[in-house]
């Protein structure tokens, strides 16, 4: 990855998945392509979120954000120890 | 923990609490910096089979296989894909990649949470005792999500992922970040699919108090834990050279003791640094301080690191001593030299002897471990502190539980100050902080799912929280370390766990995940963001008032406005807010008693009496708060009680003006 890039989690509406997909991580998977045919998924979530995480650049991301079925494009965030 | 079993109650209770049988289906899951698996604490003799709806994994890496894993502890993966990409490839010469905790934190909090019995165990022979996790019988899974550089969130989500997948049934989550909002918060989001499942999913405060608005983990289906004292001690006297001796806390054991009196030195006058009064690396003089007791102020640098720094400038000893950011809270550390930590107040009058005697001296007499100090709990200064930055009114902290110098397992990877130039290996440790409290109550709400496997993660929390106490046995009021006064629903929440009490509450204020969304409803939530925590679309009802006063909580955050008085018109105002209890008890007649939080705010409950006939039926009642203005510092705290005269349902009440 650049240094342009930094990790999101996208937040996909599962419900509107398009009838043209069999699985939702063939959706993910395209949703993430059509803003940048290198990024790779990190991370593929089930259970505590329906969506990814992936390294994009700040661009990407906004793009990513204008497809229809993604709720949110969060930042990584930093937790500490308590 | 040696201590908190006595402390808590647990050990005249074994009667009480399930078989070993029933508390073996019970799986605590614990995101933090992984696990020491050779600890003893991870012991599983006399354990039965791994329970069959677990679905987990024991994930090999550095220095870890899947056979390190037993009946004890049956699940350990790792988390690192968001960690790396960012900070970039792990160096597995410093850390492993793999479930092996190389810090000692998540062995600690998994040990305390869940941790099977040890005899003999200590730290230097401080602390000694029979070790033992809260729910001794329960299984262990570890996701290791914390490293060296920090615990990022896109991790976090990925071992929530997999905990809820794998079937845990308690959570337990030591750290925090920030403030945000539910909705951006992958804590938060994770905690709230994981309750939908079932799991009670319990987080530390966070260690920022005593300021105001501190806390983090305030979302209303997390059970948010802050940190109060036990009643045991590691004194640590310092006599000076005038003959006045002062109480301090240490536990340093070394070959090593003060037996006569020596040199002693500020550090802020044995530096040539700007911040020398706080030993940073190389800010000593080494001439000025060799062979002398040194005093540093605590602040910046780790507190251990302080005495390396004094040693390493051939120092003899140390006193910490704290500022106004610590008050006189005394948090003891296995220090590499003779060192002892003295409160603000002593550290002023030792600093006033230091600068009026021309040749002052001073020496250390270690007293080892004392229990039975009075009063405790009492709320460590460091717990962070209500009101909840993000919905004033839910009430937070929820519960405060044991968080000051809890001994517990340890990692073999580093000595107990963590330090690279401490080479002591120990099998347990004794740190502090709120890391240390969310365990306890992780494994006390894991005995409650033992003793109750059909009650809801609310259920679990309700019991811990209507049971929890405020008052000591001779009737005075908790207190807290920061003020020396007693402490307030904001600093303890619903009080200090008891889970001998929780195991039969009475009633308990029940939730469902409907009950949150349409929490999220009255704060206004786009359906965006609902949909972000649902995971599936939820239309707040257009036809219905949603508001927030209305969570099923077992506590209660009153906030007046002055809009609010202004808008009614008579100097006044009232806020309704509307409770459901569940009788989880014999059949009773509960009758309320409010304990009034002051004569400036009515509180009238009705109806007053609430007559049950069977277990799990339900009955409401509505609270009303009238008040007059009031400046927007004004808080005052009061309680409503049911009690059936067996059962004391108790709930706390924080009343604010902003």
């Excluded at chain 2, 308990?508 to 359906?527: G, I, M, P, Q, R």
């Amino acid at each position: 990855s650049t240094s342009e890039e930094s990790t999101f989690i996208i937040h996909m509406a599962k419900s509107q998945m398009p009838d043209s997909f069999d699985d939702h991580t063939h959706w993910y998977s395209s949703s993430l392509k059509s803003v940048s045919e290198s990024a790779e998924m990190l991370y593929v979530y089930n259970n505590a979120v329906h969506g990814y995480a992936a390294r994009l650049t700040k661009k990407e991301a906004e793009s990513i954000q204008k497809q229809r079925g993604i709720l949110s494009v969060m930042p990584e965030m930093k937790y500490e120890l308590h | 923990t040696t201590r908190t079993p006595l402390f808590l109650g647990l050990d005249r209770s074994a009667d009480f609490f399930p078989e070993s049988n029933a508390m073996g289906d019970v799986i605590v899951g614990v995101l933090d910096t992984g696990v020491w698996p050779e600890s003893k604490s991870f012991d599983d003799s006399g354990f039965g089979p791994i329970p069959a709806s677990w679905k987990g994994e024991c994930e090999s890496g550095t220095n870890f296989s899947s056979k390190n894993c037993n009946r004890k502890l049956i699940g350990a993966r790792y988390f690192a894909k968001g960690y790396e990409s960012t900070m970039g490839l792990i160096d597995e010469t410093k850390e492993s990649k793999s479930p092996r905790d190389d810090d000692g934190h998540g062995t600690h909090t998994s040990t305390t949470a869940a941790g099977s019995v040890v005899q003999g165990a200590s730290l230097f022979g401080f602390a000694s005792g029979s070790a033992r996790g809260m729910a001794t019988h329960a299984r262990v899974a570890v996701y290791k999500v914390c490293w060296i550089g920090g615990c990022f969130s896109s991790d976090i989500l990925a071992a929530l992922d997999k905990a809820i997948d794998d079937n845990v049934n308690v959570l337990s989550l030591s750290l925090g970040g920030g403030n945000s909002d539910y909705y951006r918060d992958s804590v938060a989001i994770g905690a709230f699919a994981a309750m939908e499942k079932g799991i009670l999913v319990s987080c530390s405060a966070g260690n920022s108090g005593p300021s105001p608005y501190s806390l983090s983990n305030v979302a209303p289906w997390i059970t948010t834990v802050g940190a109060g004292t036990l009643d045991r001690d590691f004194p640590a006297y310092l006599s000076l050279g005038n003959g006045k001796n002062f109480s301090g806390v240490s536990l340093y054991k070394g070959a090593m003791s003060l037996s006569k009196m020596l040199p002693f030195v500020y550090a802020g006058n044995a530096s040539n640094s700007t911040n020398g009064n706080l030993c940073m690396m190389g800010t000593l003089i080494p001439e000025q301080v060799k062979g002398k007791i040194v005093l540093c102020d605590r602040g910046l640098n780790p507190r251990v690191q302080k005495g390396s720094v004094v040693k390493a400038a051939g120092g003899a000893g140390m006193v910490l001593a704290n500022t106004a950011a610590n008050g006189d809270e005394l948090v003891a550390d296995a220090h590499l030299l003779p060192a002892t930590t003295v409160g603000q107040t002593t550290g002023e009058a030792i600093k006033k002897y230091l600068t009026s005697d021309p040749n002052p001296t001073a020496t250390i007499l270690f007293e080892g471990t004392k229990v039975g100090i009075k009063p405790s709990p009492v709320v460590a200064s460091f717990s962070s502190r209500g009101p909840n930055s993000i919905t004033q009114e839910i009430l937070k902290p929820d519960i405060i539980a044991p968080g000051v110098n809890i001994i517990a397992g340890w990692t073999g990877a580093v000595g107990p100050t963590g330090l690279a130039e401490d080479n002591r290996r120990v099998g347990f440790n004794i740190i502090s902080g709120t890391s240390m409290s969310c365990p306890h109550v992780s494994g006390l709400a894991a005995l409650l799912k033992g003793a109750h496997p059909d009650w809801s993660p609310a259920a679990i929390r309700s019991a811990l929280m209507t049971t929890a106490y405020t008052v000591y046995k001779n009737g005075g009021a908790l207190q807290d370390v920061a003020t020396g006064k007693p402490s307030t629903p904001f600093d303890h929440g619903a009080g200090h766990v008891d889970p001998v009490a929780a195991l039969n509450p009475g009633l308990v204020y029940d939730l469902k995940a409907e009950d949150y969304l349409n929490f999220l409803c009255a704060l206004n939530y786009t359906s965006t963001q609902i949909n972000s925590i649902a995971r599936r679309p939820f239309s707040c009802d257009t036809s219905k008032k949603f508001s927030v006063t209305d969570l099923n909580y077992p506590s209660f955050a009153v906030v007046f406005s002055e809009q609010m008085i202004a808008d009614s018109g008579s100097g006044s105002s009232s806020i309704k807010h509307i409770r459901t209890v569940t009788n989880v008890g014999p059949a009773g007649l509960y009758k309320v008693n409010v304990i009034s939080p002051s004569n400036l705010v009515k509180v009238t409950v009705e109806p007053e009496t609430l007559a049950f006939t069977r277990t799990n039926e339900q009955k409401s009642y509505t609270v009303t708060f009238t008040a007059p203005s009031m400046p927007s510092t004004k808080n005052v705290n009061g309680r409503i009680e049911w009690s059936d005269g067996k059962h004391v349902v108790s709930s706390p009440v924080a009343i604010s003006w902003t």
